[in-house]
Each structure stands twice: as C-alpha cells, then as structure tokens.
C-alpha cells in the first residue's frame, strides 16, 4: 500500500479485512414495494483503488491485514458483510418534467451503519449489478464516473458544502460496455439518506398510496425529529425540507457549481448533494452555463437551480397533500403557502453568502447593489468565478489586463471605500478568504487526471485532492491548480455514465 496523503490511499493490500460495521435496518421496514431484496452480483477479479482512510476513521471501520479476507469483497458485494441486509430501493422522478417510474438499476444499499456518534449513514454499492429497476441496463459502472463521483464528492466536502461521500472505489477486473469497452468499478457511497424527493412521488402513486405516511414517519423519526409529535408534522417536514433545499442551492451558486440532472428523484430529502453524473464547475461567469450532454434546452442551467429547486420542491409538497390536512383544497393552499417561502428563503441565504464573499459584515441595500454591479462586469467581461472572489480577497489585488477597465476600477474603488466604513481592509479580507475558495475542481483538470487514473496513474488524481481537501487555504500558491481552461474547453460536456 502506498500513501500519498493522510486521506485518500491508492490501495495495494489484496488480504485486508474491513471490521467495525454496526448494521440498523429501519428502511427495510417500510412496506416491501419500497424495495426489492437482492444481493450484488459477484465480480471476477475485484480490487480496492481507492480508500477514503478519514471517511472510514469517522464510520467507525478498521482495517486489518494479512487474515486472508479480502476488504475487496466486502467493496465488490462478492462477499456481504455480516448482518448487512442488501436491498434496491423504489422510487419515481420527473426526469426532464417528464414522470418516470424508477428504481436504483445498479445500486444496491447494504444497510444503514451507526458510526461512534450514533449517526445513522446508509451505505450503498454503486454499479453492483441489476435489479428489477434496471430497464434493460447492466447494472454496473465505468470506472471514470466512479473515480469522477469520488473525486467532486469529496471536494464538496472540502469546501463545506453538504454531499454524499465516497469511502472507496473497488475495479472489478470486467468491461462494461457503453460507446466501447470500458473498465469497471463499484464506488461505495456513503450518505445521510438515500431517500429523494422521487421516493415520496414513489409512495404517492404505489398501491394507492397506502405508504406515504409510513415513509414520511420514517423520515420524521430518522432525519427530523424535531417534527416528531406535533399535530401538524407533516407540513413541519415540508418546511424543513425546503429550508435546508434553499440552503443547499445557495451554497451551490456561490461556488458555481452545476448539478446537470436536476430530476426530482436526484433531490435529496436530507439536503445533500447527491448523484454526481454529470456535474461541473463554472469557471467564466455565464448564468446560462450548462455543462451536461442531454440537457438540449439549458433546463438545468446554472442560473435555472432556485427556480429548478423550488419546482421539485412543489412535487414533494404533491406527495404530500394527503397527510398536510384531509380537506385537498385547504391542503393545497397551505402546500403552496409553505413552497412560494422557498425564494425568500433561498434569496436570504444566498444573500447571506454573496456579501460575506465580498467582505460585508452587514446587509445593506447598497451591499447588495455592489455585489450586482460586480456580477454585471463579470458577465460583460467573462470573468473567471472563483478567481475574481479569490483576486478580491487578497492583500494585493493582481495586476491583471481583465481589471483594467473603467468599469471595474469604478466599481472597485467604490467597493473599497464602503469596506472601510465597517471595519479594517484586512479583517474584511481575511474574512474573504475564509468563505471564497482558492481552489475549486477546474473541469480540465478533473479530464486529465481522471484519464491518467484509467490509465493505472493515480498519483495526479491524489495529488489534486490533496489540494482540494483545503479549498480555503489561501496560503497554497500554484498556477497549475488555478488557471482557468484555455478558451477552446468552453464547450466542455459532461456524461451522466450510464
């Protein structure tokens, strides 16, 4: 086994031994059209590649070597661990607007771990084989999505952003076969719930919706149980899903990171990011910016997630009428009371952000105006992200040809002068970096080291999360990491990989 890092270990023990895992099946205990017991199916030659080694220290979960048990058969789901319950979930989704009845058709959830805390986390194998919600799909995964789902996983992580994370990714010695024959993997996610906005839309229509409120008092007593006793629970669940959503968004925007595949059954019901297919990160601000193959019509663009967000969060709010109040019509009305607070709710905290990124310790009108202002010249001028906010928050504003321009030094120096009505020019700009990333996972760098790792180099891959491990480390200095695609990788798409 050779390390790179104190985090992610590019693995080499084919006799180590995974313990530690405390198993709870509470999801399993919902009616059985929830789910569909299967096991993975077994591959031929599996071997862990990548080990997230602080992951597994929070779960709980040791590693021990030289027993003859493989810990790649526990990642593979050729051998499951015991009292590990292996199920698929149901569920539906409004993929594109359109309503689907789905499933997970290549992932399968071994059961819900209690890490020390007594936190309960879900631990799914990714790209596992079919289900009976596979559609004609294989079941299995490519090896780059995988290493891509780890790789931005994490980086959310890293910059402070809820996400679901990944603990490993196992290659299975098997091609899969997309366009052409590619190698596979299973990643291993680990997740607060894999429970979706899809899964309520699921229990809605399933058997005449005969499980919607033992789903719902499911959530309740897992995820929110503050809710829990109060006559009115159900519509309090529909509150406390759509602040934490509206939270959630807003901290994508103000890192320009875009979803791609914003269907309903990719929205978290716990306000995690989750299903990394194929997402990126904006580098020229550009509110039209979409970066996924199918979406044709920009439907999840950049500057669509609030309004995309706060339509999903209507479809929940559907789901849910039965049990907000027996009258449809007064349900109704308090349903689309709680929904229409979403824009408020997500303006306030975007808002919230959007000042500290600039240095604003209070929330001024003429605050806000400067930060509209700066994003005007930062679309006239296709102004880098994460760079202007990273310029901005040092001593020393770069020397660059993109600042010298009427528009930006009026808008700087007018910036300038109402940061110093509050407080220090250094205190504000240490507060800067603070919120304002150094670094994020530019989308030509996540192609190179991505076809680097599939071609069996891993160092460049662990190199970089190294560096995105600390996103706000302003200290770090290096070109290679910072600069922005050259102007030929703005038409740049993304794969959802299956």
Known sequence: MSTVDQTHVWWRDADAKLDGWRWDHRYSQLPEFFFERVKPTSVTQPNVLLWNASLAEELGLDVESNDGVSMAACLSGNAIP?????????YAGHQFGHFTMLGDGRAILLGEHITPRGEHVDVQLKGAGRTRYSRGGDGRAALKPMLRE????????????ETTRALAVVTT?????????????????????????????????????????????????????????????????LDEVISK???????????????????????????????????????????????????????????????????????????LLPLIDSNRDVAVERATEAVERFESLFQNAYQHIMLRKLGFDQDHQHHRSCVDDLLTWMTDANADWTNTFRDLSAEQLPDRDIYHSDTFENWHSRWHDTLTTQSSI?????????????????????????????????????DWMEVLSRPYDHSVSSAQWQTPPETDFRDYQTFCGT
């Open 82 to 90: 015991n009292d590990a319950a292996p199920l698929a979930q149901a």
């Open 150 to 161: 780890y790789l931005i996983s994490e980086a959310m992580h890293g910059l402070g952003i």
């Open 173 to 237: 010695g098997e091609p899969v076969y997309r366009e052409e024959a590619l190698p596979g993997a299973i990643l291993t996610r680990i997740a607060q719930s894999h429970i979706r906005v899809g899964t309520f839309q699921f229990a809605a229509g399933a058997d005449g919706g005969s499980g919607l409120q033992a789903l719902s008092d499911h959530v309740i007593q897992r995820h929110y149980p503050q809710c829990h006793g109060n006559d009115d629970c159900y519509r309090l669940l």
């Open 245 to 319: 959503q509206a939270t959630l968004i807003a901290r994508w925007q103000s890192v320009g990171f875009v979803h791609g595949v914003m269907n309903t059954d990719n929205m978290s019901i716990v306000g995690e990011t989750i299903d990394y297919g194929p997402c990126a990160f904006m580098d020229r601000y550009d509110t039209n910016t979409v970066f996924s193959s199918i979406d044709h019509q920009g439907r999840y663009a950049y500057g669509n997630q609030p309004s995309i967000a706060q339509w999903n969060l209507a479809r929940f709010a559907e789901a």
């Open 426 to 462: 250094a205190t504000a700009k240490q507060r800067m970096r603070e919120i304002n990333p150094a670094f994020i996972p530019r989308n030509h760098i996540v192609e190179s080291v991505l076809e680097s790792a599939q071609q069996g180099n891993l160092e460049p891959l662990l």
